[in-house]
T-cell receptor
Framework: NAGVTQTPKFRILKIGQSMTLQCAQD?????MYWYRQDPGMGLKLIYY???????DKGEVPNGYNVSRSTTEDFPLRLELAAPSQTSVYFC??????????FGPGTRLTVT | AQSVTQLGSHVSVSEGALVLLRCNYS??????LFWYVQYPNQGLQLLLK??????LVKGINGFEAEFKKSETSFHLTKPSAHMSDAAEYFC?????????????FGKGTHLIIQP
């Protein structure tokens, strides 16, 4: 049972480039989440999904897109990367009741 | 809207001393509250959670927290600090009952353990 996995672990992007952060979970959780963590700040919710085919915006969705075609996967797409998107990105999943399980994170730098 | 305030971005205690990390919340619905711990370059791990059952909640690694509705607080304590407790600690509140639509996190408290 791998839990929540994220790839890549690290990435450097140039301004204006695009990329997809991958997230997968093997716990059969319906609910999945993307957060970003900036230095000295807590995590902020970008997008979440309550099941395959259903997504909704969180607190900071601008500049990102998501899709959820399967229960297991919840990729986060960055279009036209900007320096403000330099952050650590965490994916999480849950049953929808209480605890969220977090992945190890992706550290993204945009220069 | 939900919010969480963690008092003190850094807390330093001696090994063996009491650990007290403060968390106050604001919630428009009955809150579900969580404490997570983050070790360097790792993801978040759940320490404990309050889900409207017992107000004193026990978690892993000897930590516990008490929900006080009148004070809108959920402070984290541990009677005796260990060097391995050095980490970043986050308090979080559910955006709705159960947290199905995500959590709102505080800014975190960095716990330093002095030998």
């Amino acid at each position: 049972n791998a839990g929540v996995t994220q790839t890549p672990k690290f990435r450097i992007l140039k301004i204006g480039q695009s990329m997809t952060l991958q997230c997968a979970q093997d716990m059969n959780h319906n609910y999945m989440y993307w957060y970003r963590q900036d230095p000295g700040m807590g995590l902020k919710l970008i997008y979440y999904s309550v099941g395959a085919g259903i997504t909704d915006k969180g607190e900071v969705p601008n500049g990102y897109n998501v899709s959820r075609s399967t229960t297991e996967d919840f990729p986060l797409r960055l279009e036209l990367a900007a320096p403000s998107q330099t952050s650590v990105y965490f994916c999480a999943s849950s049953t929808g009741l209480n605890e969220q399980y977090f992945g190890p994170g992706t550290r993204l730098t945009v220069t | 809207a939900q919010s969480v305030t963690q008092l003190g971005s850094h807390v330093s205690v001696s090994e063996g001393a009491l650990v007290l990390l403060r968390c106050n919340y604001s919630s428009s619905v009955p809150p579900y509250l969580f404490w997570y711990v983050q070790y360097p370059n790792q993801g978040l791990q759940l320490l404990l959670k309050y889900t409207s059952a017992a107000t004193l909640v026990k978690g892993i690694n000897g930590f516990e927290a008490e929900f006080k509705k009148s004070e809108t607080s959920f402070h984290l304590t541990k009677p005796s600090a260990h060097m391995s407790d050095a980490a970043e600690y986050f308090c979080a509140v559910s955006n709705s009952g159960g947290g199905a639509d995500g959590l709102t996190f505080g800014k975190g408290t960095h716990l330093i353990i002095q030998p």
